[in-house]
């Protein structure tokens, strides 16, 4: 999923696709050491490489709104989620229904991630722009980031 | 907390800062389902609480035989995922069941898992640590529990196969099934006597009467019980893996404890070694679980202390008893007690518990050197007792215990054979 999503980012990049592709590349490679080593604190790493090799081809990209990007956000997420399962080192064996029920929440979150993500595009390309909304984006993703962290400092159960 | 929330808290705000910085929507659509996702986990945190029981379908087995085990598992708060694992002993297998399982528990549900165990190896356990995992939806907090609800199972060693037990030479005053010396009311013929007043009609031999003109009495052979002891030499143990000289010595105790008393034989039991146990000699099958029980905490105990029958107590060891001594003969101490036995006069019987097929191949010169001279000091020991009159009988992995029992049982005919 991570290789279709860097090759994609590689092959639909008009400018620096080197660039490209080495991030995607590397990304990947450290991905597939982490589950083989099972070393969780590179996996993360793996996936901001590869989202980071998506990160430069749209931000070289000339022209218009990747269309794509909410199908590239839901294979982003379901290579992350089904990373961390590979990496779940339990001897346990699971019972049909919680494995039913761990695949159908995967599929269902990358829909709603899909189906969020054409929304937000939408929301962005309809917008005009100016400073008031780039000041809101800004306090958007700082509020977004002070609530998670928040919420972690609050959630040590 | 999992490093996965850090992870995707992380990559959600470099998303979002890069978004910013590159001004492309794009990437905030990327970031958007991990800071979801995060955010989500978080809201939706919750502790569990789940408790656990364990019921063991028996208490009491026999080593080799299945024991079903029922966990109960209560969610007052339940977990989108819980690993629940039977901690066990490992002499106790799984033969069914999954442990540990992966299930999920809603709130307030109730689930029985089964197991099925094999007792590989007898002993007293507990069974019922309980190990519990929990994880919720996003796999963002893990919780571990431990339920201690533990049971005890007691895994009885399994009876060898024993045909015909030793007799002893003595016999007590109490009715049983041995054939006595002495004469007295019973079936086996001893003799024919003439008629005294006072002798039942019933014991009228009228074949002998009619040939010799007068009344004449057959006289029998009492039926009496008799003393035995087991003495089981815990001083040392050659072990290999899961493989010990105690285990078929406890087996070798149980086997003939259970067919005493099932003669109406008094039997005691006696561990001698770094710790001393024993139990008096009485009768019953109340007294078999006493010495089952007494068994299964019989453990090698490593001392140097020198001990010799003197600290045995002395109603442990009635006269005229016969002691089997159930022995590995790796310790001089207990060669020492039980020649010192011999000389008080009990009928001993040694039977070894020979551990040569638990020690490794020897390799090399000084290796076969030392296998040599291990086998000849056995075999000068043998000789010791054999000399003071104690048949040894060796049980290993070529014989069974019914043949080494054979053995002595034809040792002692022949030793009495020429002692006439």
Redesign the interface.
């Known amino acids: 999923m991570a290789a279709g999503l860097v090759a994609y980012s590689d092959v639909a990049s008009d400018r620096l696709p080197a660039v490209v592709g080495g991030v995607g590349t590397a990304g990947g490679a450290l991905m597939a050491f982490a589950l083989a080593t099972r070393w969780?604190?590179v996996?993360?790493f793996g996936?901001?490489l590869v989202?980071a090799s998506?990160?430069v081809f749209?931000?070289v990209r000339n022209g218009a709104?990747?269309g794509r990007?909410?199908a590239?956000?839901?294979a982003?997420?379901a290579a992350?989620e089904l990373g961390?399962?590979s990496l779940?080192r339990?001897?346990?064996?699971?019972?049909g229904?919680?494995v039913l029920?761990?695949v159908a929440?995967l599929v269902g979150?990358?829909a709603?991630?899909a189906l969020?993500?054409s929304l937000?595009?939408l929301l962005?390309?309809g917008a005009s722009g100016g400073v008031g909304l780039e000041a809101a984006?800004?306090a958007a993703?700082v509020i977004?980031?002070a609530?998670?962290?928040r919420?972690?400092s609050?959630?040590?159960? | 907390m999992t490093p996965k929330l850090g992870a995707y808290a992380g990559l959600a705000a470099v998303a979002l800062f890069a978004a910013l910085a590159t001004r492309r929507p794009e990437l905030v659509v990327v970031a958007a389902p991990f800071a979801l996702v995060a955010a989500l986990g978080l809201l939706l945190a919750r502790r569990p609480s789940i408790d656990a029981e364990v019921e063991l379908g028996v208490e009491r087995t026999i080593e080799g035989d299945e024991v079903d085990v029922r966990l109960t598992l209560v969610a007052d708060v339940g977990a989108e995922r819980v690993e629940a694992l039977l901690q066990l002993p490992r002499q106790l297998v799984v033969l069914g069941g999954d442990n540990p399982l992966q299930l999920r528990l809603a709130d307030g549900e109730r689930r029985e898992l089964r197991y099925r165990l094999q007792c590989a190896r007898w002993g007293a356990f507990r069974v019922g640590h309980v190990y519990l995992r929990t994880h919720d939806w996003f796999g963002f907090f893990q919780r571990e529990l431990v339920v201690d609800r533990r049971v005890p199972l007691k895994v009885y060693p399994s009876e060898e196969n024993v045909r015909n037990l030793l007799q002893p030479l003595e016999t007590q005053v109490f009715a049983g099934n041995h054939v006595a010396r002495q004469k007295g009311e019973g079936i086996e013929f001893a003799d024919l006597r003439p008629f005294v007043p006072g002798d039942r009609i019933r014991h009228v031999n009228w074949r002998a009467s009619a040939r010799r003109g007068e009344l004449w009495i057959n006289e029998h052979h009492a039926e009496r019980n008799a003393d035995v002891v087991i003495l089981l030499d815990s001083f040392a143990e050659a072990r290999r893996g899961d493989r010990s000289t105690l285990d078929p010595a406890l087996r070798a105790a149980g086997t003939l404890a259970a067919r005493y008393l099932r003669q109406k034989d008094r039997v005691g039991f006696v561990t001698f070694g770094g710790i001393l146990n024993w139990l008096l000699p009485t009768t019953g099958a109340v007294q078999l679980y006493r010495i089952v029980d007494a068994m299964l905490d019989t453990q090698i105990v490593l001392s140097y202390a020198w001990r010799d029958v003197v600290t045995v107590p002395r109603r442990t060891l009635p006269p005229q008893a016969l002691v089997l001594a159930l022995t590995p003969l790796l310790d001089d101490r207990s060669e020492s007690a039980l020649l010192d036995l011999r000389g008080r006069g009990f009928d001993l019987v040694v039977i070894e518990i020979s551990p040569l097929s638990l020690l490794p191949r020897p390799t090399g010169d000084a290796g076969d050197l030392a296998d040599r001279l291990l086998r000849l000091r056995r075999e000068a020991v043998r000789g010791r007792f054999e000399r003071a009159g104690i048949p040894v009988a060796v049980w290993g992995d070529e014989t069974s215990l019914a043949a080494a029992l054979e053995e002595v049982s034809a040792y002692r005919r022949r030793a009495r054979a020429a002692s006439v």
């Open positions: 969780r604190t996996f993360p996936i901001a989202g998506y990160a749209v931000a709104v990747d990007a909410p590239v956000a839901a982003l997420f992350a961390y399962w779940e339990s001897p346990s064996r699971s019972e229904a919680v029920r761990r929440g979150a990358a709603v991630t969020l993500g937000v595009l962005a390309t984006g800004v993703a977004s980031v609530v998670i962290a919420l972690a609050r959630a040590s159960v």
